[in-house]
């Protein structure tokens, strides 16, 4: 009966809500649902039955601005097809507007839908420009834009143009004053030494000057009264829990003090990350335990508990393994060893359980590629008998047609010979009879007829003569005929073969000597400790798959030292570990994890939810 009250309650107070935004003008209602949390199915819901309000006032601005909403959130429920529809629409609209912040908005977000196109992506961004220089108020979003372009640059390893992209922004902040332009022209600058750092690691320079422009940003950001760039607050907020890191592995008050500080903005300027507040509970028990505030502590461990109770324990074993760690640390210094025990018995059976579930997950793989791999090679061995059956075919029916083509032309021979012998014989009998004719008419000429008669003869011997020359040069050629199909036939073999040796050669790459390599790196800087042969057993379930189709999200431009960033992410290494394995600041992991995170468009899933599902599969 209290559940019941409580619903009835509740569903009072939302028609309330409801009711009294149906009061409000049209368009602070579409600002309230462009401002509103991401409940994307409600929004969309939400903007459909606007339309038709928006439909009936003269200006299309309401139009164009729901149509922008629409566009963006029916891609995140996945519709695809009608989110592509409405960015049309959007195009349709755009020439019906006349104020330049909507105009503005319009291609900023156009960029953002076409962002796996770069050029279609930087085309609309860089069409936005004018209309936000028109509109003070919206300035930062160019900001925003350099700042995405840039990302963009770097993926594709394109240094030349991320440094354009810092010159923009800084140019953007001398010409408007806009600071946002500032925080991002540092951060550009940070990831663009700190790229060089990683081509080169001998240059020790590029690596400080990567960390100067780093905290260089966090002092400008922190001199902003306010700004509504929520892009700039989820890059900052992984600025101030890399510091935050950093000083809690200085164990002094002042710096404890400090770390809880930077947590807490941290949180502050990204709420919905999950990894982040995760990391604020844990970061606040463990310095609550150095405190000696074990009541506190309980109290931060009790709120990571409550946020992975809601959790697969497969998918964050890691977060449980600190937690129950943390527990551990403070029924220890409370004395109850019996408490410590028991959570230090908790953390052994999560390994236990992650080493069998990690060896199951081997065994199958295993199984699995070999299957795979049995399956392929007999399809491979069927795909090249069935080939060259059909060569055998192919060749068979061109000798077929080359025996009928030399049977009809022997034919053709033949009949033409005999024709010229029928010619002949007929040539000679009317000879004959003029002979005959000749000596019954003329007996006094009859030597010189028959000589004429015997030269006749003599020309016949010698047409003859030159038929059985010509039947002979036939012989010759049927003869030669016979070696060049032969020659033929040997051409064609090596031919074959050389096309199967260029077919083994094309299909003999893999990717199996680079995971070689990272096992041997991550063996040699990490040192022979339980989370390294955790690592390296991590790393064998890895397959060439699995990395190819990361890189296929990348449409191939992935770097290799992003790739080494996807390993270590997928197998779950800890963000101190990578920064030691790849020789790089603790803010560098963070930061390239976020550049991966928009370049995958997880939006507000977690990279590491993500890399774990790629796992698990």
């Known amino acids: 009966m209290l559940l019941f009250l409580c619903a009835v309650f509740s569903a009072a107070q939302e028609q309330n809500v409801l009711s009294a935004n ?13 401002t509103s949390l991401p409940r994307s199915q409600e929004i969309v819901d939400e903007c459909r039955l606007l ?9 299309k601005k309401y139009i164009l601005r729901l149509y922008r909403i629409l566009m963006l959130n029916l891609r995140k429920v996945g519709t695809q097809h009608e989110s592509a529809a409405y960015a049309d629409s959007v195009l349709l609209y755009i020439n019906q507007v006349s104020d330049p912040a909507e105009i503005g908005m319009a291609y900023y977000q156009l960029g953002s839908f076409h962002t796996n196109d770069f050029a279609t992506s930087h085309s609309y961004r860089y069409k936005a420009i004018p209309y936000f220089e028109k509109s003070p108020e919206h300035r930062y979003r160019i900001a925003e834009m350099y700042y995405l372009i840039a990302a963009d640059y770097l993926v594709i390893n394109d240094y030349d143009n991320l440094k354009k992209m ?6 953007l902040h001398s010409k408007y004053s806009v600071q946002e ?15 060089l750092y990683l081509l080169n690691k001998s240059e020790t320079a590029m690596r400080d000057s990567s960390v100067f422009y780093e905290r260089k940003a966090i002092e400008v950001f922190e001199k902003i009264p306010h700004t509504p760039s929520q892009l700039l607050h989820e890059s900052i907020a992984y600025n101030y829990y890399n510091i935050a890191v950093s000083l809690l592995l200085h164990n002094t008050p002042e710096n404890l003090e400090k770390a809880l500080e930077y947590i807490e903005k941290a949180l502050l300027h990204d709420p919905y990350d999950l990894v982040i507040e995760m990391s604020y509970h844990y970061i606040r028990g463990s310095i609550f ?3 000696r505030k074990l009541k506190e502590a309980e109290t931060e461990a009790q709120s990571l508990f409550d946020i992975l109770s809601k959790l697969d324990k497969e998918e964050f074993p890691i977060e449980y393994k600190d937690m129950y760690e943390l527990f551990a640390g403070i029924a220890e210094a409370k004395g109850d060893y019996r408490e410590a025990l028991k959570y230090k018995q908790l953390t052994n059976e999560l390994l236990r359980e992650i080493f069998n579930a990690e060896r199951y997950e081997a065994i199958e793989s295993v199984k699995t590629q070999y299957e795979v791999s049995k399956k392929e090679a007999e399809i491979a061995r069927l795909t090249e008998v069935n080939r060259f059956q059909k060569r055998i075919s192919y060749l068979y029916l061109v000798l077929g047609v080359l025996l009928i083509a030399g049977l009809l032309f022997f034919i053709y021979l033949l009949l033409l010979k005999r024709e010229n012998v029928i010619a002949q014989l007929k040539i000679a009998q009317l000879e004959k009879d003029e002979a005959e004719a000749q000596i019954l008419l003329e007996v006094e000429k009859l030597k010189s007829s028959e000589l004429e008669k015997y030269e006749a ?16 040069e036939l012989k010759l050629l049927f003869s030669q005929k016979e070696m060049l199909e032969e020659q033929i036939l ?18 003999s790459r893999s990717l199996s000597g680079f995971l070689e390599e990272m096992k041997q790196q991550i063996h040699s800087k990490l040192g022979n400790n339980s989370r390294t042969r955790e690592y390296l057993h991590n790393i064998d379930k890895i397959n060439d798959a699995m990395l190819l189709k990361i890189n296929s999200q990348f449409e191939g431009n992935l770097a290799l030292v992003h790739i080494r960033y996807c390993v270590c992410f997928i197998i779950g290494m800890r963000t101190k570990d990578i920064s030691d394995y790849l020789d790089v600041e603790v803010s560098s992991v963070h930061t390239t994890r976020y550049r991966l995170k928009q370049r995958l468009k997880l939006d507000n899933e977690d990279l590491d939810i993500y890399f774990k599902s790629l796992l698990s599969s």
């Open 457 to 472: 003869l003599l020309d016949i011997q010698v047409k003859e003569q030159e038929l059985t020359e010509q039947e002979q």
């Open 166 to 171: 810092e010159e923009q922004l800084f140019e």
């Open 289 to 291: 335990l150095k405190q």
């Open 51 to 59: 339309l038709e309000e928006a439909r009936l006032q003269p200006d």
């Open 490 to 507: 040997e051409q064609a073999k090596k031919f074959e073969t050389h096309f199967e040796q260029i077919q083994t050669k094309l299909n």
């Open 181 to 195: 332009a500032l925080v991002f022209a540092h951060s550009v600058k940070s990831v663009y030494y700190g790229s």
């Open 22 to 34: 149906s009061r409000l003008p049209l368009e602070e209602r579409i600002e309230l649902l462009a």
